[in-house]
Structure formats: structure tokens, C-alpha cells
């Protein structure tokens, strides 16, 4: 259940991503990074551990939800919720666990082949902006995607059934089966 609803999801922030991408015009260089749609963020997003990864101040709760950019032209979207983790790109889907360690840990296993985006250590994480190193070399900064809960909603929307409805006449009997 909960992978279906980050799937709908992600699949939802790939599709807005993809059309604002197309109708803007807008395209990546050939690198490896993945930036948000916005373009890169200036200066660098985190200091870097002594391993090479920084991330050591970013817990699982600061990475829920879901963060899109774009890898080669392509849209890249990753939803992470309850330990649950989403990915789509590379014309794949990647699904697994996302874990509190020593850093925030992703694990994903691909369909379609995609194995670039298998192992991933969130770097940074502030609310805009996440970084995942993946063991590929792979670097993806990702925005973090408005929340698409329904907003101004009326509140006087009528909950019951209006009384003195007429009943439905009862229904003739089928006949007996031989």
C-alpha cells in the first residue's frame, strides 16, 4: 500500500517535471549530477566528510517526500516516505528501503536494468535540496517537490443523506434454477 502511494506519487512529480521540462525548453549537460529544474544550487550544498560523504547531521525525517530534478535531460524523481523509497529514472522504476545509519541509506532494486541508482548515501539535506552520492559515482541534486494535497477546500460540504427520500420499490424474484 504504502509503495503504491509513493509510486502514484513519484510517477505525478516525474509527469509535472517532464511537462515543465518540455514546455520550458529546458535540457541538462551530459554529466553525471542531476539538478533540480531551478538549475544548480550556488556554492557547495554540504561540507564533506573525512569517508567523502557529508550527511552525518541529515536524519530520515529530513528527507520524506519527494525531490525532483533531471540527469541527462531526463527527469529524475525520488519519494521517500516510512522508511519507503521511490525512484524513477533512467526510463526505470527503483523501489527499497530508505534507513538511518551513520547516514541516511538508500537501497533499491531496479526494473528495467536501470543498476546506476541501486546504493545511495544522502550527502545534504535542507528542506530545498537533497544530495545522493550513489556507489555508481552518481550525484544527484534533487528540489524537494510542492506538496500536492488539495488547498481551500469548502468546509460546509454536506456529509448526509437528505431524510424522506422515497424507498426503492422491493424487486420481482427470479425464477427457480433447474
Known amino acids: 500500500m504504502i509503495v503504491r502511494t509513493l509510486i502514484r506519487n513519484g510517477a505525478a512529480a516525474v509527469t509535472a517535471l517532464?511537462?515543465?521540462?518540455?514546455?520550458?525548453?529546458?535540457?541538462?549537460?551530459?554529466?553525471?549530477?542531476?539538478?533540480?529544474?531551478?538549475?544548480?544550487a550556488s556554492g557547495s550544498p554540504s561540507a564533506s566528510a573525512p569517508g567523502g560523504h557529508g550527511g552525518h547531521d541529515v536524519a530520515l525525517a529530513d528527507v520524506e517526500g519527494t525531490w525532483n530534478g533531471a540527469a541527462d535531460g531526463k527527469p529524475v524523481s525520488l519519494t521517500?516516505?516510512?522508511?519507503?523509497?521511490v525512484m524513477l529514472?533512467?526510463?526505470?522504476?527503483?523501489?527499497?528501503?530508505?534507513?538511518?545509519?551513520?547516514h541516511v541509506e538508500l537501497a533499491l532494486s531496479c526494473q528495467g536494468g536501470a543498476a546506476k541508482r541501486t546504493k545511495?548515501?544522502?550527502e545534504s539535506a535542507d528542506g530545498k535540496q537533497l544530495v545522493v552520492v550513489w556507489e555508481s559515482g552518481t550525484r544527484d541534486t534533487l528540489a524537494k517537490a510542492p506538496d500536492a494535497a488539495p488547498t481551500g477546500l469548502p468546509s460546509d460540504i454536506p456529509t448526509d443523506f437528505?431524510?424522506?427520500?422515497?424507498?426503492?420499490?422491493?424487486?420481482?424474484?427470479?425464477?427457480?434454477?433447474p
Not at 18 to 31: F, V, Y
Not at 80 to 85: D, E, L, N, S
Not at 162 to 177: A, D, Q, R
Open 89 to 102: 529514472a533512467e526510463g526505470s522504476i527503483c523501489q527499497g528501503t530508505a534507513t538511518q545509519a551513520e
Open 18 to 40: 517532464a511537462a515543465a521540462a518540455a514546455l520550458t525548453a529546458c535540457g541538462s549537460d551530459s554529466g553525471k549530477s542531476a539538478e533540480p529544474a531551478d538549475g544548480p
Open 80 to 85: 521517500i516516505g516510512q522508511g519507503q523509497a
Open 162 to 177: 437528505p431524510s424522506g427520500l422515497p424507498s426503492v420499490p422491493p424487486l420481482p424474484s427470479l425464477p427457480p434454477t
Open 120 to 122: 545511495g548515501v544522502v
